[in-house]
Nanobody, 127 residues
């Protein structure tokens, strides 16, 4: 069982930046692909970004949703069991609850599948 705790959400003006963090409890953190999803009010949860595990890093890929490409950056610090989502040039349509996820592969996350989920952190972008 992997326990994920997100932090870093908040209220920001359009054009601003936020960095989300997700701390994982699992000692084998580096063996998991990690990702971020988001859910806006009244909508389904959508994929945002995913980064492969260290095990598959050389052959795995980092993926982004088209809506965030060029604005968001996902990264991981395996020594700290933490994954980050740097969000730049934020838009009101980025407003959502952001969820951290851990799973087997980044490509399966891109398809919406993950094994473990955090509780979510609210991001609100004002116009």
């Amino acid at each position: 069982q992997v326990h994920l705790v997100e932090s870093g959400g908040g209220l920001v003006q359009a054009g601003g930046s936020l960095r989300l963090s997700c701390a994982a409890s699992e000692r084998t953190f580096s063996s998991y692909a990690m990702g971020w999803f988001r859910q806006a009010p009244g909508k389904e949860r959508d994929f945002v970004a995913a980064i492969p595990s260290v095990i598959t890093y050389s052959g795995g890929s980092t993926y982004y949703a088209d809506s965030v490409k060029g604005r968001f950056i996902i990264s991981r610090d395996n020594a700290k069991n933490t994954v980050y989502l740097q969000m730049n040039s934020l838009k009101p349509e980025d407003t959502a609850v952001y969820y951290c996820a851990a799973g087997g592969s980044s490509i399966r996350m891109r398809a919406g599948s993950s094994s473990y989920w955090g509780q979510g952190t609210q991001v609100t972008v004002s116009s």
